[in-house]
């Protein structure tokens, strides 16, 4: 399954639970690997994925493919992959803790 597929599937898990992410008004972009980069944008208590970079990032996060399938599973330290240079983040740090919250909630 593409990275595109399983962030399609996590967003409609999450849209079908919006409590849960309704609090979260924020456009968050992944720079995975060599793969354009993906922006997810929770908004109004849903959540879109987009295939371009038309948005304006609050939090930007890159990693590897290897390891953002680690995090779309509940899988990745991200304290540490952060602190070893694995995952970058620009922008609102406090949003990446906040993802990570939020995705433990959705984990399949």
């Given at each position: 399954m593409s990275i595109r597929e399983e962030l399609e599937q996590l967003a409609g898990r999450m849209n079908a639970r919006p409590d849960e992410i309704e609090s979260l008004h924020a456009v968050y972009q992944f720079n995975i690997g060599e793969l354009d980069p993906i922006q997810v944008v929770f908004d109004n208590a849903s959540v879109e994925v987009l295939e371009d970079a038309s948005e304006t990032a609050d939090c930007t996060l890159t990693l590897s493919e290897k390891n953002f399938r680690k995090l779309l599973e509940n899988d990745l330290n991200s304290t540490m992959a952060f602190m070893t240079g694995s995952l970058k983040v620009d922008g609102k740090l406090g949003?990446?803790?906040?993802?990570?919250?939020?995705?433990?909630?959705?984990?399949?």
């Open positions: 949003l990446a803790l906040k993802l990570q919250e939020i995705l433990k909630q959705f984990t399949a």
